[in-house]
């Protein structure tokens, strides 16, 4: 829907952005034209990043980052815009669900990006996540990992300006995409566009043919999933749902069901699988906060006047005015 519009790309989820923060002293200094090369480079070539969903030339990329801004944000921010220009549109966006767990980092590369979270009733999600046909784990992590999502949300309205956050529930934009997608436009600063309330068109740009989970985007704005998890769960699993996620489902205007208790041993299970998630990302987040204190180069991107403001640098003369424009 967002891709829809005349002005916003949104290509495929890639899989750089985080890794590059991650890795960024192994980088060097990006100060220096060697150091960009090298991770510009790693972005194009890595088969692990999916550069080639985005269907810009690499070695024009690799260029384009070496001649910019010596900066990890700037370098992966060069991706992202020339995907926007591939489609002559002036602003950019990326999209993956863990997102909204490192908005911190992300606010580090972008430091002007809005956010947009897209909430959708537990058990949907539990139901999607176990047919997903790249997903591993199990139910109790699919339940954790909603769990993880709507805290990270509920601290992010507390905390970011109400111009950098934006909440939205999947079922009332399936119910009248129109008045929603104003909303979210409104909140972006865009004019709203017709065409974002058919974005099949778009998806047929936009959605690799491969990524079969996402088939209905070629098609029209449907509710037939809106839900499904009551066929799509064990009786087991709607029970765990009700009583770990219960009251954040109702805090969010969801209706609980009455289910039987959940079992002692799957309720511990799910604990013991929630714990040591919370204790892995304590330890990364530890690991990001002693790394901070060794960059060996800046991290913000500084491809737009409102980039280079917020960084402390002069704007240029030859600047256009459509840079001013967020990145993110």
Known sequence: MLHSHPRLAVPPETRFLMPAYYRRRSFGDLRDVSCRRSLAEWIATDR???FRELKIDKHEFVQQAVDGPGSLGSVIGTAFRMYAERFGKPRWGDKRPSYVKHTDLLLRLF?????IHLIRDGRDCVASLKEMPWYTHDSFHAVSTWAEAIDAGDRLRRTLPQDSYF????????DDPSTELKKLCAFLGEDFAPSMVSPREAASIAVPVHKVWHSNTHGEVTRSRVGS????????EIAL??????????????ELTGAAPATKEHLALCQKTMNKRRASRMRKAMRDRFNRLREPSPVAAMLTTGQRALAGVPQQRHESP???????
């Open 48 to 50: 692990s990043t999916k």
């Open 111 to 115: 430091p002007d990006a809005q956010f």
């Open 229 to 236: 998890w009551a066929k799509r769960l064990d009786a087991w």
């Open 322 to 328: 459509e840079l001013v424009e967020r990145a993110g």
């Open 241 to 254: 749902c009700e009583h770990v996620l219960g009251e954040r489902l109702e805090a969010h205007g969801y």
């Open 167 to 174: 909440e939205l529930r999947y079922e009332h934009l399936t």
